[in-house]
């Protein structure tokens, strides 16, 4: 499906841009998610500092747990916490470690009755029966805080079949835990160049424009180019800071089970920046990125959207395959879910990110039947086609 339609083919002149450290960066970033999480600015950004500090940590954790690992997810309330969950009955006692010069504990729940790797393999195996057993196709993704296999349904299904009858015959089918979320409208696609930017498409044949945002600037090491998402339009212009409307070539999209994103070249070298305000006068460099196998639920993460602006919020599902045939046919269970409040079409191939670091590009949402968001759902910048990386600019000092 194309990005939003019909909208007006002229945008206004962008702002004077100013480039962002990474500390204000983090600082804006903590101000957006403080009142997800309930607490004040000051704690938040202490919040997302911890959650960057441990990474490393909670990578060695899964590399020692890996035959029992059901899970790793951040915590953050009463305070910030990492709690691992595993299958089996053996405790494990809990952990004190230093992050950033602040105790941070790490819990351990046993009696998980899956694996992650089991909950991801029970999604790939069952997928397709899942699928012709209902009326409309499931969205199915891993919770890392309850080592459940999530179902995204249909209320009809439920209506159907009863919510204890089919959550029952789904972990029957799939023999591990499985848990049911009913959402009434299904996954849809969403529908000086800079990432989460305007981009405006035109469709041979079709007079209408269709709007998308920009990613991240990418590099094949001769050229430069923006990342957006595959189902976006495949001719793309952007408007530079003289007004002008500049189109920008179109190299290949890739958008197959595990993949939604598309090439676009820049007749000009880039920065590696991308806007993060609903402004758009204020620019982010990337200094590094994140990788998929490494998110946790509860990490924090933020996104700008043409359509919505700016707006942060916490991961949900990891190992997540959408609803219907979004991928060209059935998705792989490798998007990662976000939490609303806000998505709308428009917003495909939006830059997903904490601070300076790149995270993913964003696909499409979930949404309830009053319009608003459910979820939103993207992409892992590990997934840029091959040939082509990030392009990035060297870290920014570190302010004790």
């Known amino acids: 499906m194309l990005a939003s339609a019909g909208v007006a083919a002229q ?10 450290s990474g500390e204000d960066a983090l600082v804006q970033d903590a101000g957006a998610i403080a009142e997800r999480l309930a607490l004040s600015p000051d704690q938040a950004l202490l919040h997302l500092r911890l959650q960057q500090a441990s990474v490393p940590t909670t990578d060695a954790i899964g590399r020692r747990f890996a035959a029992r690992l059901a899970g790793i997810a951040i915590e953050h309330r009463p305070a910030f916490g990492i709690v691992v969950l595993l299958t089996g009955d053996d405790p494990v006692p809990a952990e004190v470690i230093d992050l950033a010069g602040q105790p ?26 899942i699928r012709a057993s209902l009326l409309g196709p499931p969205g199915l993704g891993v919770d890392q805080r309850t080592g459940e296999l999530v179902a995204i349904v249909s209320a009809r299904d439920v209506e159907r079949e009863g919510l204890e009858p089919l959550r029952d015959r789904l972990a029957a089918l799939t023999q591990v835990p499985v848990r049911l979320r009913v959402v009434d409208r299904p996954a849809l696609d969403m529908d000086g160049v800079a990432g989460g930017m305007r981009l405006m498409g035109s469709v041979p044949g079709d007079t209408r424009r269709y709007l998308c945002t920009s990613g991240f600037v990418v590099t094949d090491g001769t050229r430069d180019a923006i990342a957006t998402a595959a189902h976006c339009a495949d001719t793309v212009s952007v408007r530079d800071a003289e007004g002008r409307d500049e189109a920008l070539e179109f190299v290949g999209q890739w958008g197959w089970g595990h993949q939604d ?6 007749p000009r070298p880039l920065q590696p920046v991308f806007f993060a305000d609903a402004a758009r006068s204020v620019t982010r460099p990337v200094t590094g990125s994140y990788s998929r196998a490494g998110t946790r639920a ?34 792989l269970p490798t998007w990662t ?21 790149a995270y993913g590009i964003l696909k499409g949402g979930s949404y309830r039947s ?14 840029l086609p091959t040939g082509w990386t990030l392009l990035t600019a060297p870290a920014p000092p570190v302010i004790p």
């Open 370 to 383: 009053d319009g608003s968001c459910a979820f939103y759902f993207y992409m892992s910048t590990d997934y």
């Open 261 to 266: 994103v598309q090439i676009n070249l820049s």
């Open 337 to 357: 879910t976000v939490a609303g409040p806000t998505c709308k079409g428009g917003d495909s191939g939006s830059p997903i990110f904490l601070g300076t670091t």
């Open 298 to 331: 509860g990490d924090a993460v933020c996104h700008r959207g043409e359509r919505t602006g700016y707006s942060c919020s916490l991961v949900e599902l990891t190992d997540f395959a959408p609803a219907g045939d979004l991928c060209g046919g059935a998705c």
């Open 11 to 20: 945008s206004a002149v962008p702002p004077p841009v100013t480039l962002q």
């Open 104 to 129: 941070v504990t790490i819990r351990f729940v046993t009696g998980a009755r899956a694996t992650q790797t089991e909950l991801v393999q029970a999604i790939g195996a069952h997928q397709a029966t």
